[in-house]
């Protein structure tokens, strides 16, 4: 309370007001003081003022202090207000607090220390006040601007949503399209492989050798395509969930062989020892065989594709009754660490570049990390750029229907 106080003394008493001038300049207290001998001045002034506080007289002329306390209220006009009251005036002094004086004082008892407790108090208990209603306001801003984010935030998230369920139902319509696709392209490319196959015969009208070759590149050409068709058409059904695995008994060392039999020509083009280790105390499984067939294909096709020289080793044995482990080893190119996860997503290959060496969709790795996952196996790959390659696959001896 360093600064100048305004205060308006109201009362028509003016040796009173006078008193109250008195008193608070013997009590050291910096004020610049204006007067209102009745309500009317009172509220003429307080409009066009801001003071830090009033004292009222009780009684004025033209209107007691109650009532000029609630028009003061209604006006807007916030002031800290001390009532002086006359002797034994107590029970209205009260009622006057209530309406929203700061406190009372009887003129009996003003001197330069009561007054200036009671001002400094009345000014104290204001400014508290206001403190506290402006971090109220501010908390009600604050309350507000929260409520606000959590709308957008919760309009975000419906919008999310609803980006959600379109890409799914276009993720949906993108497989279906596939699955359609490829089904659809295998019916002519059968029946060119099938028109090349009687073109070979020879019969009636024997080929020209350069015929002959033209012929067998068609039929080659289109057998790849048909293979990645096909691989096509597994993927989308397996995103979809439409493979189903069919398990039965078989004998896993005489798949594994007939397998790598079936590859074993692609190996000898490129001049590749290919090499089988079966070690089973009991070869009999329970699985999907054509799946389990597929997965040896991708493995051993990849193998051979990715290695130009050195060797390549099948190797099946038993991790304990109930598990199975296929090894597939080469030494081939390698696969960069970086690049070891991302090669079982599906599309992705180390070079993805339309110049690449290799043939493939791209998709192999990934339908066999999808069939192993269906039979609740583990895949899992070790490699070294330049040096080799060895993909491990562990299975339940017995795979659940599903
Ligand atoms: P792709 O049709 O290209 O063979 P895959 O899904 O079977 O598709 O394999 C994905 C990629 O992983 C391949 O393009 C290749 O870069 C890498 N890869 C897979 N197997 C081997 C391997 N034995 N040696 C080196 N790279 C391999």
């Given at each position: 309370m360093e600064d100048i106080l305004k205060i308006l003394v109201v009362d028509?008493?003016?040796?009173?007001?006078?008193?109250?001038?008195?008193?608070?300049?013997?009590?050291?207290?910096?004020?610049?003081?204006?007067?209102?001998?009745?309500?009317?001045?009172?509220?003429?002034?307080?409009?066009?003022?801001?003071?830090?506080?009033?004292?009222?007289?009780?009684?004025?002329?033209?209107?007691?202090?109650?009532?000029?306390?609630?028009?003061?209220y209604s006006m807007g006009v916030k002031v800290p207000t001390i009532v002086l009251t006359g002797q034994g005036d107590e029970q209205i002094a009260v009622e006057m607090m209530k309406a929203g004086a700061s406190d009372y004082l009887s003129k009996t008892r003003v001197s330069p220390e009561t007054l200036a407790q009671t001002l400094r108090n009345a000014i104290?208990?204001?400014?508290?006040?206001?403190?506290?209603?402006?971090?109220?306001?501010?908390?009600?801003?604050?309350?507000?601007?929260?409520?606000?984010?959590?709308?957008?935030?919760?309009?975000?998230?419906?919008?999310?949503?609803?980006?959600?369920?379109?890409?799914?139902?276009?993720?949906?319509?993108?497989?279906?399209?596939?699955?359609?696709?490829?089904?659809?392209?295998?019916?002519?490319?059968?029946?060119?492989?099938?028109?090349?196959?009687?073109?070979?015969?020879?019969?009636?009208?024997?080929?020209?050798?350069?015929?002959?070759?033209?012929?067998?590149?068609?039929?080659?050409?289109?057998?790849?395509?048909?293979?990645l068709l096909n691989e096509v058409l597994d993927f989308s059904k397996l995103e979809s969930g439409q493979l189903t695995l069919e398990p039965e008994e078989f004998n896993l060392a005489i798949l594994v062989q007939i397998t790598v039999e079936e590859l074993r020509s692609l190996a000898l083009q490129k001049q590749l020892s290919l090499q089988v280790d079966l070690n089973l105390k009991n070869p009999l499984v329970v699985n999907d065989q054509n799946s389990l067939r597929r997965i040896l294909i991708n493995l051993l096709s990849n193998a051979i594709k990715f290695t130009d020289s050195g060797s390549i080793w099948v190797k099946v044995w038993e991790l304990n009754p109930d598990r199975v482990a296929i090894a597939v080893r080469d030494t081939g190119i390698g696969i960069a660490s970086e690049h070891l996860e991302t090669i079982f997503e599906a599309f992705r290959q180390v070079d993805g570049s339309l110049a690449r060496q290799h043939e493939g969709s791209g998709l192999g790795l990934a339908i066999t990390n999808s069939l192993v996952k269906m039979m609740q196996g583990t895949i899992a790959v070790e490699s070294q750029v330049g040096k080799g390659s060895a993909f491990q696959v562990e299975l339940p001896r017995q795979i659940d229907r599903n």
């Open positions: 028509d008493d003016r040796v009173d007001r006078l008193a109250v001038r008195r008193s608070l300049q013997k009590a050291g207290i910096r004020v610049e003081l204006s007067e209102a001998s009745d309500a009317r001045n009172a509220i003429a002034l307080l409009q066009n003022t801001h003071f830090d506080c009033i004292f009222l007289d009780y009684l004025l002329p033209d209107r007691d202090g109650l009532g000029l306390i609630q028009e003061l104290r208990i204001d400014r508290a006040q206001k403190a506290a209603e402006l971090a109220n306001q501010r908390l009600k801003a604050s309350n507000e601007l929260l409520q606000h984010q959590n709308q957008e935030l919760e309009k975000q998230r419906q919008q999310i949503q609803l980006q959600n369920l379109q890409l799914q139902e276009a993720y949906r319509l993108k497989s279906q399209f596939l699955a359609t696709m490829s089904h659809e392209l295998r019916t002519p490319l059968n029946a060119i492989m099938g028109f090349s196959q009687i073109l070979l015969r020879q019969y009636p009208d024997p080929l020209t050798p350069q015929q002959t070759e033209i012929v067998q590149r068609i039929i080659n050409n289109s057998q790849n395509l048909l293979i």
